[in-house]
């Protein structure tokens, strides 16, 4: 059984300014995008798509990604909390950035991004889909530093259940190290793999709705609920029942695409 071990969330300190982990974190899943973006269209020029094109595409989605993922925080999991203390919800240095808010406000970007370029906002989904997953594993290791969004109970014989000392003595999964893998590795693994030769109009976009939704209903099996506006549930927890429509969303997407192509 191993022992959470504190990291200091802040990575570096000079006089006034702190740089958070978590803030690094996000700093490194824009990185990847941008890298993995230039990537592609090396791999990919049918797609026709420029550098410049990676760099506007994440000065949309970072801002989507801020507003909306913070919002989804305030809105689905915490509103009592916020609505007493409105001022927080501008500290976004400190943590709680939630992914389906987030999500939500890159669709919204990257349809204002479709619509001043003049392209069809499933091609912009389906090309972007591929580059989202490092970021979100980074996110969740930056979750790991700040010592938030730990796991359930597990047993304490297994090699790595971790006890969160600022939590209680209990011995828990690292859920946040789960996500990382499933979403930052396997996601993207799929993803890219998919990606790699020419698919119908949302196919893409569609494997990536089905993708997170069913590797995040598994990983919440590990990870302490979220009360949320549903109220605390262990049988389906706030991120499940968001993690649904998804899924059903992914599907319905697939089957579409078929038919059109």
């Not at 990847?32 to 797609?47: E, K, N, Q, T």
């Not at 240095?93 to 069809?120: C, E, I, N």
Request: charged content about 15%; cysteine-free; overall charge positive.
């Amino acid at each position: 059984m191993l022992t959470y071990p504190h990291i200091d969330p802040v990575a570096i300190s000079l006089g006034p300014l702190s740089v958070r982990w978590y803030g690094l974190m996000y700093l490194a899943g824009f990185v990847a995008f941008v890298a993995l973006g230039r990537w592609r269209i090396s791999r990919r020029p049918d797609l026709k798509w420029t550098a410049k094109d990676i760099d506007d595409l994440l000065f949309y989605g970072v801002i989507g990604v801020v507003i909306g993922g913070r919002l989804g925080q305030v809105l689905f999991y915490e509103p009592g909390y916020y609505l007493s203390h409105p001022l927080e919800i501008f500290a976004v240095w400190k943590g709680g950035m939630a992914f389906h808010g987030g999500f939500l406000g890159v669709l919204a970007a990257m349809m204002l991004y479709a619509r001043k370029r003049g392209l069809t906002w499933l091609a912009v989904m389906d090309f972007i889909a591929p580059l989202v997953p490092p970021g979100l594993g980074f996110g969740r290791i930056g979750n790991f530093i700040n010592g938030e969004l730990w796991g359930r109970a597990a047993d304490p014989s297994l090699p790595w259940a971790m006890v969160f000392p600022h939590v209680d003595n209990i011995a828990r999964h690292p859920s946040q190290l789960y996500q990382a893998f499933l979403e930052g590795i396997v996601l993207f693994g799929v993803l890219w793999w998919f990606s790699a030769k020419p698919r119908a109009t949302g196919a893409v976009s569609g494997v990536f709705l089905i993708g997170y939704g069913v590797v995040r209903f598994v990983a919440e099996y590990f990870r302490e609920p979220d009360a949320g506006i549903f109220g605390l549930s262990y049988t389906v927890s706030m991120g499940q029942w968001l993690s649904l429509p998804m899924v059903a969303a992914g599907v319905a997407m697939l089957l579409w695409s078929r038919r059109t192509s």
